[in-house]
């Protein structure tokens, strides 16, 4: 399929180590490609934790497939890039449409702000930092006058704010804002091998003979680890499970966390194996019971959708932006976030082995029929040509609505 749709995505940083942002953009570049839509990507060569990308700066290069333009980040904080910008007023007027990802950053509001002051129209992806979360306990009061001044005025112009789930879309209504909304689930690679058999050489060597738990994300406050760490330890399960936290994030909250799986005298019963991708995260879905992520607030939760592809049971907190695909689709459990619901969850899966495997069938299902590339290109092109014909008939766009 042929597409004459230019589209330019922004973003802070493509580095996969920033978790679910970058991830979901590397899938939508994907699903574009399918259907012939010229997609590329403007973003800095931040690469996480105060690193960077070792890429060429200023020029497009093909990455992964998929053709992106970096510029050096000059500050940690904001990601601010001076190159970036030139680069963006001279230039955005060559796309017809801009989508941003993320806010309270640097490239997304200059990308948004270059391309209404150019006439081009803009679409923004906040990507979870609307939520009642990440404004009441992160920078509280910055965020709230940055929102009114800033963000604020330019959400408020974009031809369609993005949303991956109606959960993200319902907090972000708290704020009232005058905004158009567009709620658009982030497809994924599922034809990819979504299991790897042999354990690759950083896999956990005494995970045989156990029902293995496995926490697949980014290490932060909000995700809560501690708390599925004491609904570990009250499982009481002896040497008959194992818990991996596959993860990376702050070195000092790592720590902490690892000091009370010490004081709850988990022991050796806990393995931390870092950041996993490729064939470690395939290796460990194949190896786990079920996934848990006890999140407080999740706009999405990509690891979810991956293990649902590995025909694994999913145990998600009602801030879990899927929590509502899960129990729709039976495809496993959803708690309120305590310590006593996580385990009796936990406790309910690892016992009854027929009960997991139904949920991990119809998990699998779901995710193949519903949250696949194809799906998901299909879902955006529809959105980009929305916004195109709106802007030549001089109305407002007229957004695809998500089928429940």
Known sequence: MQSS????????????LRGGPSVSLHNMLKALARRGVTAEVAATDDDGRNARLHVPLDRFVEDEGQRVRYFPRQTAKYEFSAPMLRWLRVHIREYDVVHTHGLFG?????????????????????????????????????????????????LSSAAAVHFTTPLEQARAADLALPIRPVVLPTGMDLDAPAQEALPPPAAPPVLDGKRVILYLARIHPVKRVDVLLRAYAALNAGQSTALVIAGDGDAALVESLKRLAGELGLGDSVHWVGFAEGALKRWLLARAALLVLPSASENFGMAVVEAMNAGRPVVVTTGCGLADFVTRHGAGIVIDGSVEALRAALAGLLGNEDR?????????????????????????????????????????????????
Not at 5 to 10: A, D, E, S, T
Not at 131 to 151: H, I, Y
């Open 5 to 16: 749709l230019r589209v330019l995505h922004v973003i802070s940083s493509m580095s996969r």
């Open 106 to 154: 640097f490239a997304p509001l200059a990308a948004a702000w270059c391309a209404r002051g150019a006439g081009v129209p803009y679409i923004m992806r906040p990507a979870g930092v609307l939520d009642t979360w990440g404004l009441k306990n992160k920078s509280r009061f910055v965020k709230a006058l940055s929102l009114r001044l800033v963000e604020g005025p330019l």
């Open 356 to 404: 997991r495997l139904a949920m991990g069938a119809a998990g699998r299902a779901a995710a193949q029929r519903e949250l696949s590339l194809d799906a998901f290109g299909a879902r955006l092109e529809s959105l980009y040509r929305s916004v195109l014909s709106a802007r030549a008939a001089g109305v407002e766009a007229e957004l695809p609505a998500l089928k429940s």
